[in-house]
């Protein structure tokens, strides 16, 4: 059935650091992709989203490309900030509901 | 900019009681969620609806979950007999449409917790 893997927690970074958080998804059809951030104490929020095949999906120094030849949507920033600690979430969604990845912790120390 | 509100933030109940999680969608968004998230694990789909109707709904939600939207504002979550592998974070989500490419929109969680 459709799933969603992520690379397992915790990541522990320094500030400034490039990040790289991997995804792959199995999915019928062309699903979109999302990638969800969760920080301490607080509900989801959508990151990024991309919806075909090459799109590249970005906000707050975050980017992620749809590739649908390696089924991948891995999350990457060039230099993270203590702020981003958070749990993240990679997702897609081909029909009505969405389908999570279970979360990678990400660390950043000062 | 509109929001997903859920209430209460943390509901703490006996096992075999109910409990009902509010929340109120945004309010032109026209498809409602349901999800939860046992502590530490990802966070899983229950049920979907619209036009006052369960349109899909998880292995999850058995006979013991229900969903209502009472009024024009609020849908709701009712769990009747309450047991200890309830306990989650429960989210609720809507969007405008039902669309792959739409986004849907969190509310922040009621923390149910199943003594």
Not at chain 2, 10 to 31: A, D, F, K, W
Request: with cysteine; hydrophobic share 35%.
């Amino acid at each position: 059935g459709d799933s969603v893997t992520q690379m397992e927690g915790p990541v522990t970074l320094s500030e400034e650091a490039f990040l790289t958080i991997n995804c792959t998804y199995t999915a019928t059809g062309y699903p979109s992709l999302f990638w969800y951030v969760q920080y301490p104490g607080e509900g989801l929020q959508l990151l990024l989203k991309a919806t075909k095949a090459d799109d590249k999906g970005s906000n707050k120094g975050f980017e992620a490309t749809y590739r649908k030849e390696t089924t991948s949507f891995h999350l990457e920033k060039g230099s993270v900030q203590v702020s981003d600690s958070a749990v993240y979430f990679c997702a897609h969604r081909g029909d009505d509901k969405i389908i999570f990845g279970k979360g990678t912790r990400l660390h950043i120390l000062p | 900019e509109p929001e997903v509100t859920q209430t209460p933030s943390h509901q703490v109940t006996q096992m075999g009681q109910e409990v009902i999680l509010r929340c109120v969608p945004i309010s032109n968004h026209l498809y409602f969620y349901w999800y939860r998230q046992i502590l530490g694990q990802k966070v899983e789909f229950l049920v979907s609806f619209y036009n006052n109707e369960i349109s899909e709904k998880s292995e999850i939600f058995d006979d013991q979950f229900s969903v209502e939207r009472p009024d024009g504002s609020n849908f709701t979550l009712k769990i009747r007999s309450t047991k200890l592998e309830d306990s989650a974070m429960y989210f609720c989500a809507s969007s405008e449409l039902g669309l792959a490419y739409n986004e849907q929109f969190f509310g922040p969680g009621t923390r149910l917790t199943v003594l």
